[in-house]
C-alpha cells in the first residue's frame, strides 16, 4: 500500500499512463508500457515490445492550469545521468484529487539541462518503509517552461 501521498499520486499517474498511452517509439497496438520495479532509478515503464523506457510523473494540479514544476527526482542519481547526457522521456500525468484528467508527453530530445532545476538545500523526505527514519535528500524539479521551442504534447484528456 503506498504511504505518503507523493507515492499514492505515482501509482495513479503510471496507471493511467498504461491505460491510455501506446508506446511512441514503436506505436504496436499490442505493446504494453509495464511498470519496473521501483529500484530501476530514473525509469518507470518499459514497452514489452521494442524496450522503450520512460518515466511517468503524477502532479497535483487543478484541470486547466498549465503545468510548470514537477518533483523530477533526487539529485545524487539524476545528476549522474545528467551529466553523462542521459535524458529519459516523461509522461506527465494531471491528478486532481485522486482522478486523472490529462496526459502529457516531453520526449527525451526536448529536454535540456536547464529544465532540471535543484532545490538548494537539501529536504527531508518521509521515510517510505514503516520502521525507516525520515533521511535527507537533494531533489531535482522538472521546469517545463524552459522547454524551449518545444511544448509538451497532449496525449490523453479525461472527457
Ligand atoms: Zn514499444
Redesign the pocket.
Known sequence: MPRTLNQKIGIIAEKAVRQHCK?P??K?RS?RLKPLPNNFKCVDVV?D??G?LAQVKGTRTNTHREITLVRAGGWKVLKERLDAGIYFPVFIVKVQGETPTGIYYVPADFLRREVFVGHGKPRVIKAEQPAGKPRKYSMFNYDFRKLGPHRMIEIWKRK
Do not use: D
Open positions: 508506446c517509439k514503436c504496436k505493446a514497452c515490445f521494442c522503450y
